[in-house]
């Protein structure tokens, strides 16, 4: 489709917005749009329907299919309310959570979803106020519900909100269930199908319960309550960045023995501007400043932090020289995982049914980790639901001790399916305190995990490439990584590739093709080299960037070597993403 044909088409669906159905304010929007000479903002509303990716509905706010706004909010609800309806036509009453966090819109998106799903027969508890992700999965499998919505773009800029559809187990959605709700939602041509009108009598309102219920579980993962109560006066510096973490995770801190959490007064303030941060995102140094200033001041431990949606963690300790470095990704899930591992050991309660799981990208250190313990570890594609999906087939097969992936995300207990910042906030503090009866701090902790285990440095790079443009740039990047891959990086030679998109690993010394045992296809291609080095390529499937993850190996030849073997890594790193002429 050339542009001329896509301004068209384009133009045609924004001119069914301007139609009495839809309200003054997107009539108006649309009509702007429409009459600028400018077209780009009209084509990016439009040229095409939000799409369940790999965290569900995401998108700007605003006017236009491509938007969201109460109309695609609407269709997509009205849609899961017929799948809904259709698969669970058995049960006497189908329920649903619905959840949102601080965002814009995200209460007045949450009450139309209520409302949306009531006049469609199905019982909606609806909590009270924002609530963490976690606590929406937790809720739909305590409430023995069919189903969840939790309206939340997570760590994305102010301009964003989404949808994230849960199933039964507390799990996002996978296929068929997110497949056959797009078919769904799209048969949903007109609004005159969304039932909007609710039903009063099916909404409850849920809060208290939950919480309690929710943080007296969280407590049963506890490994070392002797040392929670002998470090009991560790100073540690939290912050929500504005968001719902606020909701328990202080709480479940004091229920774990922590006496000395630390406030950022400003960050506790709800508000979907994210004024002290340029983004919510606890993955960037700069939306930590104010709590590890907050820490120098009163000389804390560990600073820890959640996303606005309370399911993404970060953490920074002190080095040696007692400034705060940030832990990435990468390391959170490996110290987590190491310290249940390890805490499972010291209790005697490993018996070889023990599993963890990581996604493709995330370092290769856990899995030398869990096999030096006797604990297996699955591998799965990025996002929680493929984790999730991991612990519904091996359930009753296997015991799940932990899972992760490297965009700071972790999962300790069952009784949740999706990442969860409150147990693994809870774990870190709690790591802290065993570290110090073994007298260290986390950083010292880190350095004792490479030593054991081997050196390894990791370092993800997003390159952003918005609108359609971009799409099609992504598309075009992908396809000639795959006909053309680099023969070596970082002088070291390509020894396998493995790609997810028809799951063909090819040893490239034997020319020996394997199929790999995924559930799945995937747009995902990663590069092995002779000296251990991990390169995963991936577009994102909720935002308009791909994304490119680097793991090397090297030596270390002792715990005193570390910093410098972390800037020998660095330029290894930098020479990969150059061979790779990634910017």
Known sequence: MDNQELLKTVEARAEKWLGPQYDEQTRLEVKAMLEADDKTPLIEAFYKDLEFGTGGLRGIMGAGTNRMNIYTVGSATQGLANYLNDCFKELPQISVVVGFDVRHNSRKFAELAANIFSANGIKVYLFDDGCPTPEVSYAIRKLGCQSGVMITASHNPREYNGYKAYWSDGAQMISPHDVKTIEYVEAITSLDQVKFEGDKKLIEVIGPDIDRQFLADVHTLSLSPESDRRHSDMKIVYTPLHGVGTRLTYRSLELWGFNEVIHVPEQDIHNGDFPTVKSPNPENHEALEMAIEKAKKVGAQIVLAADPDADRIALAVRDKKGEYQLVNGNQLVMMLLNYIITRNAELGRIK???????????????????????????????????????????????????????????????FVRDKDSISANSLMAEMAAWAADKGMNLYELLIDIYAKYGFSRERGVSVVRPGKSGADEIVAMMKEFRENPPRELAGSPIVEIKDYSDLNCRNLKTGEVTKMNFPTTSNVLQFFTESGDKISIRPSGTEPKIKFYVEVREDMASKEDYEATVVKAEKHIDQILSDLKVK
């Open 352 to 414: 070889g049914d023990e599993y963890c799981v990581k996604t493709i990208v995330t370092t290769e250190t856990i899995k030398r980790i869990a096999d030096a313990n006797n604990v297996k570890c699955f591998d799965c594609y990025t996002g929680f639901k493929w984790i999730a999906n991991v612990m519904r087939d091996m359930e009753g097969k296997g015991r799940y001790i932990g899972g992760g992936e490297e965009s700071y995300g972790f999962l300790a207990e069952t």
